[in-house]
């Protein structure tokens, strides 16, 4: 196995849990993660990071235009601009592609479904987080031989991240 997908309910962990695998293999990495934003404590939306740096806002609430999650317009150039080059340049370096997440923001991109796909048919090893809710792109990237899916919990969610780390290494 050398794709593995975190998967489970919102504000479970999964972030944290990627962030923590980065951190630990550090420059081995390429890819993105994604960040809240907040305004007086309240969620307004999204913004995708880089592990080399770059940043871009994927979704807020004060987004207009014709993608909309809930309520947050979502930036189809954030993901395709900064997300999808993340990933291939990660792929042609040879590293641990990390995407944080497929989920039903991301997956409105085309060019993001099939830079997920590379990633994931690719000699690299991928982390990833993955919508917990059936959608037809997750469903068929669950129903793969090479993906483990792994579940967190609020049980499981502290052991993960050296469970990840020595699929990763083995």
């Known amino acids: 196995m050398k794709n593995f997908l975190l998967t489970g309910p919102p504000r479970v962990g999964k972030t944290t849990i990627v962030r923590a695998v980065i951190s630990r293999l550090k420059d081995k990495c390429a890819g993105f993660y994604t960040e809240e934003i907040k305004e007086s404590d309240e969620r307004v939306g999204?913004?995708?990071?880089?592990?080399?740096?770059?940043?871009?806002?994927?979704?807020?609430?004060?987004?207009?235009?014709?993608?909309?999650?809930?309520k947050y317009?979502?930036?189809?150039?954030?993901?395709?601009?900064?997300?999808?080059?993340?990933?291939?340049?990660?792929?042609?370096?040879?590293?641990?592609?990390v995407?944080?997440?497929?989920?039903?923001?991301e997956t409105l991109s085309r060019p993001f479904r099939l830079s997920v796909l590379d990633a994931l048919n690719s000699r690299s090893l991928v982390i990833g987080t993955m919508l917990f809710k059936r959608q037809p792109f997750c469903d068929k990237i669950r129903a793969r031989k090479d993906v483990e899916v792994i579940e967190v919990t609020e049980e499981n969610r502290d052991k993960i991240q050296d469970i990840i780390i020595q699929k990763l290494q083995q």
Not at 47 to 63: G, W
Not at 78 to 87: F, L, Q, T
Not at 99 to 105: N, Q, Y
Request: charged fraction near 25%.
């Open 46 to 70: 999204f913004k995708l990071s880089t592990i080399a740096n770059k940043s871009c806002v994927l979704s807020h609430k004060d987004i207009r235009g014709h993608f909309h999650v809930g």
């Open 99 to 105: 995407i944080d997440e497929i989920g039903k923001m």
């Open 73 to 97: 317009g979502v930036s189809l150039e954030c993901i395709e601009e900064v997300g999808v080059p993340a990933i291939k340049q990660g792929i042609k370096a040879g590293k641990i592609i």
